[in-house]
């Protein structure tokens, strides 16, 4: 099991930017395909963004591509998301998860932060 620890999420306007961290504690960050979900109120947690160990292969949903980057520092065992061209419908809870396999089915993923909040004001 690992330990992770999102933060950035705030309030942003619509077009708008953040840098969403997640920080993982142990030493076998790097052998973990991580991903980045989110869930908004009455709404089912989506996938929306995975990046394999190495961080040479990302996924993204057909909703934030082009406007999120995913990205990992294996040196620093943290996990980012850049999120640019913000809009009201990113408004969620975005969390961290890691997973010891290769799958980016929420039910795969074995360990998961606390969650940080994004709201974007139209």
């Known amino acids: 099991q690992v330990q992770l620890v999102e933060s950035g999420g705030g309030l942003v306007q619509a077009g708008g930017s953040l840098r969403l961290s997640c920080a993982a504690s142990g030493r076998t960050f790097s052998s973990y395909t991580m991903a980045w979900f989110r869930q908004a109120p009455g709404k089912e947690r989506e996938l929306v963004s995975g990046?394999?160990?190495?961080?040479?292969?990302?996924y993204y949903a057909d909703s934030v591509k082009g406007r999120f980057t995913i990205s990992r520092d294996n040196a620093k065992n943290t996990l980012y998301l850049q999120l640019n061209s913000l809009k009201p419908e990113d408004t969620a809870v975005y969390y961290c998860?890691?997973?010891?396999?290769?799958?980016?089915?929420?039910?795969?993923?074995?360990?998961w932060g606390q969650g940080t909040q994004v709201t974007v004001s139209s």
């Open positions: 990046i394999s160990p190495s961080g040479g292969s990302a």
């Open positions: 998860a890691a997973n010891s396999g290769y799958e980016l089915n929420v039910a795969d993923f074995h360990s």
